[in-house]
């Protein structure tokens, strides 16, 4: 006869029910997949093209400044004369040395001619207040009179030291009108170049700022 197998009631007993399924957890969203049309040649996923962002206009360009070359130094023509910048003591050792080869030449050539210096004496000092420089302006009206005296020593009669002291202070005393008149050309020139550096000054100084 058959013998059917019984279970132990420790495994309990079977049933023979409709199954009933347990709620399964959610899965995660699959990322869609791209098209054929959006991969590689070796089958790699290309990605969309970001839309162009908004342009940026160029910065304007900028033009370098022009290099300011330095003038060319006028060259000097037959007409024109030097027009050089003498200190306060060139000043007066440039007027002294030409007064005293002036009165060598006047004793040489014309008979030791007071009235020949004292015409020489003139331009030399219309030049020497001309070619002081600014700085230096109040000096040539102060050397003009000590050249004029330098250039009487080979024009002064005398014998001997005392002679010559004696010869000078007398052409000094005959010849005040050429001495004047030097000093008085010297000083003018010296002042219209004062007024007119004052003026460049002024109105450099009411320019405004660039």
Same mark, same amino acid.
């Given at each position: 006869?058959?013998?059917? $197998?019984?279970?132990?009631?420790?495994?309990?007993?079977?049933?023979?029910?409709?199954?009933?399924?347990?709620p399964?957890?959610?899965?995660?969203?699959?990322?869609?997949?791209?098209?054929?049309?959006?991969?590689?040649?070796?089958?790699?996923?290309v990605?969309?093209?970001r839309?162009?962002?908004?342009?940026?206009?160029?910065?304007?360009?900028?033009?370098? @400044?022009p290099?300011? $070359?330095?003038?060319?130094?006028?060259a000097?023509? @037959? =007409?024109?004369l030097?027009?050089?910048?003498l200190?306060?003591?060139? !000043?007066?050792?440039? &007027?002294?040395?030409?007064?005293?080869?002036?009165g060598?030449? &006047? !004793? @040489?050539?014309?008979?030791? !001619?007071?009235? +020949?210096?004292? %015409?020489?004496?003139?331009?030399? &000092?219309a030049?020497?207040?001309?070619w002081?420089?600014?700085?230096?302006?109040m000096?040539?009206?102060?050397? %003009?009179?000590i050249a004029?005296?330098? =250039?009487?020593?080979?024009?002064?009669?005398?014998?001997?030291?005392?002679?010559?002291?004696?010869?000078?202070?007398?052409?000094? +005393?005959?010849?005040?009108?050429?001495?004047? =008149?030097?000093?008085? #050309?010297?000083?003018? #020139?010296? #002042?219209?170049?004062? #007024?007119r550096?004052?003026?460049?000054?002024?109105?450099?100084g009411?320019?405004?700022?660039?």
């Amino acid at each position: 006869m058959e013998q059917y $197998r019984t279970l132990s009631p420790q495994y309990g007993t079977r049933q023979h029910g409709p199954r009933r399924d347990r709620p399964r957890p959610p899965r995660p969203p699959r990322q869609p997949v791209p098209s054929q049309a959006g991969r590689g040649a070796g089958g790699e996923p290309v990605r969309a093209a970001r839309p162009p962002g908004p342009q940026r206009r160029p910065a304007p360009l900028r033009r370098p @400044a022009p290099v300011r $070359r330095p003038a060319p130094a006028p060259a000097l023509t @037959a =007409g024109r004369l030097p027009n050089p910048r003498l200190t306060g003591l060139g !000043s007066g050792l440039f &007027c002294a040395a030409v007064m005293f080869l002036l009165g060598a030449l &006047c !004793s @040489a050539l014309f008979g030791a !001619s007071l009235t +020949a210096y004292g %015409v020489l004496f003139l331009p030399v &000092c219309a030049l020497t207040a001309r070619w002081v420089r600014r700085g230096d302006l109040m000096t040539a009206p102060v050397v %003009v009179p000590i050249a004029f005296a330098v =250039g009487l020593l080979p024009l002064a009669d005398g014998e001997g030291g005392t002679g010559r002291l004696m010869g000078l202070m007398t052409a000094l +005393a005959t010849q005040a009108g050429w001495l004047y =008149g030097g000093t008085l #050309i010297a000083g003018v #020139i010296v #002042i219209v170049r004062r #007024i007119r550096l004052v003026r460049r000054r002024r109105t450099a100084g009411a320019r405004p700022p660039v």
